[in-house]
């Protein structure tokens, strides 16, 4: 199985500060990857797709770039309204893996 | 608007079954390949299961293979997952979502979960 490893565990940002979330896969996943955002009791919604493509109504702050087994998320500017869980995704060999999640909150 | 959304969950006895269904609305259904997730409490997301458009293929996760089974009909837009022999680990949030099949498989839209409780 792919592992994907995920850091920071989490941390905290104030207003407009630029936040950077890394995800490592065990082997190279050719930009098979996502990334997803999760508020408390909701389900995730996806944020970036093939590793850098913004999926649609996603605010441009958020960017994703990478590529082999190494692979960021980048929110330019932080807003209230971005606090959550971010995970990482792998979407090219079965059993699909997830990163642990990075809880990013507001300083 | 694309809407998914499940039903079925509940508290269940340790080796008992139960079936989990989504419905799906907002989108031609049958064009979708679709998977099934789940989160335990706290806890990270974990992939369970795959169904091709026609039915003609399933992936499993190893912890439930043998176990769940999902299944889909397209006359009526759902996608159900079988458990059966269910343990205490398997207690979780559990999401259908539909696979943006596209640069990587990533899921555009997810249903809100439906929460499966197994305990005595």
């Known amino acids: 199985d792919i592992q994907m490893t995920q850091s920071p565990a989490s941390l905290s940002a104030s207003l407009g500060e630029t936040v950077t979330i890394q995800c490592q896969a065990s082997?190279?996943?050719?930009?098979?990857l996502a990334w997803y955002q999760q508020k408390p009791g909701k389900s995730p919604q996806l944020l970036i797709y093939g590793a850098s493509s913004l999926q649609d109504g996603v605010p441009s702050r958020f960017s994703g770039s990478g590529s082999g087994t190494q692979y960021s998320l980048k929110i330019s500017s932080m807003q209230t309204e971005d606090e959550g869980v971010y995970f990482c995704q792998q979407g090219l060999k079965y059993p699909l893996t997830f990163g642990s999640g990075t809880k990013l909150e507001i300083k | 608007e694309v809407q998914l959304v499940e039903s079925g969950g509940g508290l269940v006895q340790p080796g008992s079954s139960l079936k989990v269904s989504c419905v799906a609305s907002?989108?031609?259904?049958?064009?979708?390949?679709m998977h099934w997730f789940r989160q335990a409490p706290e806890n990270g997301i974990e992939w369970l299961a795959y169904i091709n458009t026609d039915s003609s293929s399933t992936h499993y996760a190893e912890t439930v293979k043998g176990r769940f089974t999902i299944s889909r009909d397209n006359a009526k837009n759902t996608v159900d997952m079988q458990l059966s022999s269910l343990r205490s680990e398997d207690t979780a949030m559990y999401f259908c979502?539909?696979?943006?099949?596209?640069?990587?498989?990533?899921?555009?839209?997810w249903g809100q979960g439906v929460m499966v409780t197994v305990s005595s």
């Open positions: 907002g989108f031609t259904f049958s064009s979708y390949v």
């Open positions: 979502a539909r696979e943006r099949c596209e640069l990587g498989a990533s899921f555009d839209y």
């Open positions: 082997e190279d996943i050719y930009s098979g």
